[in-house]
């Protein structure tokens, strides 16, 4: 009797491992997948809209510092801006992976806004910067800060989203990255008529936009999710539907049944940097996004360099980039649809070349600000 109680004992112990790979291998109910999906589209993509406008909003606001009196204060000539420009792209680069490692141990939902609320302080500390060296300082902890975030938000949706999905959710967020433009340079338009306390004009850019950045951040920490496990607004079932279907999607590739039981493994370090389609869309991606940042941060100084004042120049900068916001979003929704991402992308780089031409070529001023357009939708 004894013994066959050890044996019924053994053989539950092996069903419920069976039942338990058998739960994550099952087939989400299609009614019960779109209902998650929706849910983490409106708990979740919204957070990062809003972490991605900020953070170009405040690496960005310092091209519309510049003809807003930052360059005569701060003494910069066109050496010493780009130095400044370039500087916060050293840390940028070299914490992107260790951070996204760092990422999966602290969890995304502290981890991201606790980025956002560095950078906020360090951006804020801009406008009381008083020399060069200072603001080269002040540029060189905004990389650092803001470094593992690009990289971190994309870990981070593919933590709840399944490969097929992924494209479009990334275009919902990125498409924060033109629409910044938009946005600081009308905000940069009221703040730089700002002068108290011995801060005039440019100081005000930077700190009240950290300052933004900072409350963006505190609030986002209560409602960001680490891992759909933690998502608290799902029911117990769709928390399990969620775990089962990117466990589905992994086609095997993680042995872990949830996302935050994975492990870091060196294996995956060399498939990645061994991978041919990894090194040609890294060189691809090189080249596409040196021209995007160049334009982001030059195109307040491009605009007034046509003759306009610093506040017209300002507000001209709207246009192009609302022009470039509303063609992320149709981008990715095309590409989605035809299912390839290639003749978009050529289609979209044909149209900045056209754009940088405009800009190059003729002299007139309207044909050099309809040439941002033709950027800005590019891009």
């Keep these: 009797m004894a013994q066959t109680t050890e044996v019924e004992e053994k053989g539950l112990t092996h069903l419920k491992e069976t039942d338990s790979s058998e739960v994550e291998s099952t087939p989400v109910d299609p009614a019960l997948d779109r209902t998650i999906t929706r849910k983490f589209d409106l708990h979740i993509i919204p957070w990062l809209f809003g972490l991605w406008l900020l953070a170009f909003i405040d ?20 050496d010493k ?48 910067v008083k020399s060069y060296e ?57 703040l730089a008529e700002i002068r108290h306390g011995g801060y005039n004009r440019w100081p005000w850019i ?49 042995k872990s049944s949830k996302v935050d039981n994975e492990t870091f493994s060196w294996h995956w370090v ?23 940042y160049s334009f982001s941060l030059f195109l307040p100084t491009i605009i007034s360099n046509l003759g306009y004042s610093s506040v017209k120049a300002q507000l001209f900068t709207v246009p192009p980039n609302m022009a470039g916001f509303f063609a992320v979003i149709l981008g990715t ?23 940088y031409i405009m800009l190059l070529v003729p002299t007139r001023p309207l044909v050099h600000y309809g040439g941002t357009f033709f950027v800005a939708a590019g891009k």
């Design 59 to 78: 690496r960005s606001n310092i091209g519309n510092a510049r003809i807003d009196g930052l360059a005569e204060d701060l003494k910069l000539d066109g």
């Design 81 to 128: 801006f780009n130095i400044a420009l370039t500087i916060f792209y050293v840390p940028y680069i070299c914490i992107d992976v260790p951070s996204n490692w760092f990422l999966k141990y602290v969890g995304a939902g502290y981890y991201l806004p606790g980025l956002m609320l560095a950078w906020g302080l360090v951006g804020m500390c801009i406008g009381f």
């Design 333 to 355: 929704f095309v590409s989605d649809k035809i299912k390839a991402r290639g003749p978009v992308m050529i289609f979209c780089c044909s149209l900045a070349i056209i754009g």
């Design 270 to 292: 060399r498939m990645a940097l061994l991978n041919v389609n990894t090194v040609l869309l890294s060189l691809n991606f090189f080249a596409i996004i040196t021209p995007i």
């Design 134 to 190: 200072g603001l080269l300082a002040a540029r060189f902890f905004l990389g650092l800060c803001e470094g593992g975030l690009l990289g971190g938000m994309v870990l981070y949706l593919s933590m709840f989203y399944r490969r097929h999905e992924m494209i479009f959710r990334l275009g919902l967020f990125y498409c924060a990255a033109p629409l910044s433009g938009a946005f600081g340079g009308l905000l940069a338009t009221g």
């Design 206 to 254: 930077f700190i009240v936009e950290g300052i933004i950045t900072i409350a963006f951040g505190m609030l986002t920490i209560w409602f960001l999710p680490h891992t759909p496990s933690h998502s608290t607004f799902l029911s117990p079932e769709e928390q399990s539907a969620a775990v089962s279907r990117m466990r589905l999607d992994a086609h095997g590739s993680s």
